[in-house]
């Protein structure tokens, strides 16, 4: 099993510019969720989707965030602007049934917005 | 929206002893309590998870407890090694079906173990 995947695994961008995060669940799983990781924040959750459908947003900071999953095995983080406050490690974790049933992150993708 | 508090924000122990991270959480719909462990650089990793229709689960050197009365649980490391030396998470899970929307994991701010050799 090769667990979540993520891509790409750093990011550097210049303010302003559009950023496309990846991820790619385990296979079978249900349910995808995106999560965000600063010093400050913590983990926090900003989007999660169940059966490629998104269920709660209520997570995603403003209008400039936005996730799609167009299939059971790929999903996308946009941010577009980007903002130099944006900069923070993006995890993509999946699960088979809700939460209760363990969520597995993948290995994070490092954004750093200059 | 549920709010998961977590103490200490650093631990340090000498190996060999035993480490308790404490976490409260808000709301009471809340039925399911992961703990993650993250090494520096890494991805949370899930080490053991407890429901709420359960006090108590062990595995091995890892146990953790519940009190949905206090809205409370924690995790004990005992024989600590020096492998164990990580960042701990706790988190809650409010289900669908409860109407609080997120199924998604809330997760205190982390707790960064030391075990001193």
């Known amino acids: 099993d090769a667990g979540v995947i993520q891509s790409p695994r750093h990011e550097v961008t210049e303010m302003g510019q559009e950023v496309t995060l990846r991820c790619k669940p385990i296979?079978?799983?249900?349910?995808l969720f995106w999560y965000r990781q600063t010093m400050m924040r913590g983990l926090e959750l900003l989007i999660y989707?169940?059966?490629?459908?998104?269920?709660?947003d209520s997570g995603m900071p403003e209008d400039r965030f936005s996730a799609k999953m167009p299939n059971a095995s790929f999903s996308t983080l946009k941010i577009q602007p980007s903002e130099p406050r944006d900069s923070a490690v993006y995890f993509c974790?999946?699960?088979?049934?809700?939460?209760?049933?363990?969520?597995?992150f993948g290995p994070g993708t490092r954004l750093t917005v200059t | 929206g549920e709010n998961v508090e977590q103490h200490p924000s650093t631990l340090s122990v000498q190996e060999g002893d035993s480490a308790v991270i404490k976490c409260t959480y808000s709301?009471?719909?809340?039925?399911?309590f992961p703990w993650y462990k993250q090494e520096l650089g890494k991805r949370p990793q899930l080490i053991i998870d407890?429901?709420?229709?359960?006090g108590e689960k062990k595995d091995q050197r890892i146990a953790v407890t519940l009190n949905k009365t206090a809205k409370h649980f924690s995790l004990h490391i005992t024989e600590t090694q020096p492998e164990d030396s990580a960042v701990y998470f706790c988190?809650?899970?409010?289900?669908?079906?409860?109407?609080?929307?997120?199924?998604?994991?809330?997760f205190g701010k982390g707790t960064h173990l030391i075990i001193q050799p």
């Open positions: 974790a999946s699960s088979l049934g809700q939460a209760s049933k363990g969520q597995y």
């Open positions: 296979s079978g799983h249900d349910y």
């Open positions: 989707f169940n059966n490629n459908v998104p269920i709660d």
């Open positions: 709301d009471s719909a809340s039925n399911y």
């Open positions: 407890i429901r709420s229709n359960v």
């Open positions: 988190a809650a899970s409010i289900p669908l079906w409860s109407g609080g929307g997120a199924d998604g994991l809330t």
